[in-house]
């Protein structure tokens, strides 16, 4: 599975945007870009994923670099709810064995 | 999202007992379900691959005999920690998923602390 560098911790104020950066410059042309969040003490969940176009869903937007090297996961206005660690997972290639290898991630802290 | 639930949450146990932990889909059948381990501040490591009705694969440096998996339905796979020591204390989480394609998503369990004395 191909890498990905995000750093290791931002902090946001409470409802403010905040844009969350990875980059996967080894990323193949069909790979997923895969972003799951875990928070305190709690199992990871799903937060969005793309190919190449830019997605939104209720959770986040997902901004993909033109040549794919890198993508932000932008959370519009940030809650004290969204201090968890987020991971950017790159997901298939040639490979369809369904793993997720985590990386670090990066530790949110939102501030009141 | 798709529910998955472990149980137990929690477990103490002494060293060199066994201790079984599962995890359940609640409401959708998972093909295929992933074992994970997680030491403080540190990341998940995944641990072994589940299928259904088949033998785990388990992922370089995991123990097979120590770390039992069971995966006999689409909704429950069990792990079992075979003579547990101190160092096997972690944050066991399981994921389950319908499908292994790029785009399926996986679904966490919340997770169950172990410690062993």
């Known amino acids: 599975d191909a890498k990905t560098t995000q750093p290791n911790s931002m902090e946001s104020n409470e409802e403010e945007p905040v844009h969350l950066p990875c980059n996967h410059s080894?990323?193949?042309?069909?790979?997923?870009i895969h972003w799951y969040r875990q928070l305190p003490s709690q199992g990871p969940e799903y937060v969005i994923h793309g190919l190449t176009s830019n997605v939104n869903n209720r959770m986040a937007s997902l901004a993909i670099a033109e040549d794919r090297k890198s993508s932000t996961l932008i959370l519009h206005r940030a809650t004290l709810r969204d201090a968890a660690v987020y991971y950017c997972?790159?997901?298939?290639?040639?490979?369809?064995?369904?793993?997720?290898?985590f990386g670090q991630g990066t530790t949110l802290q939102v501030k009141p | 999202g798709a529910v998955v639930s472990q149980h137990p949450s929690r477990v103490i146990c002494k060293s060199g007992t066994s201790v079984k932990i599962e995890c359940r889909s609640l409401?959708?059948?998972?093909?295929?379900m992933f074992w994970y381990r997680q030491f403080p501040k540190q990341s998940l490591m995944l641990m072994a691959t589940s299928n259904e009705g088949s033998k785990a694969t388990y992922e370089q440096g995991v123990e097979k005999d120590k770390f039992l998996i069971n995966h006999a339905s689409l909704t429950l796979s069990t792990l079992t920690v075979t003579s547990a020591h101190p160092e096997d204390s972690s944050f066991y989480i399981c994921s389950a998923t319908g499908g292994t394609r790029s785009t399926d998503t996986q679904y966490f369990g919340p997770g169950t602390r172990l410690t062993v004395l």
């Open positions: 080894t990323i193949s042309g069909t790979d997923y």
């Open positions: 997972i790159l997901r298939g290639g040639t490979s369809n064995t369904g793993k997720l290898i």
């Open positions: 409401d959708f059948q998972a093909t295929t």
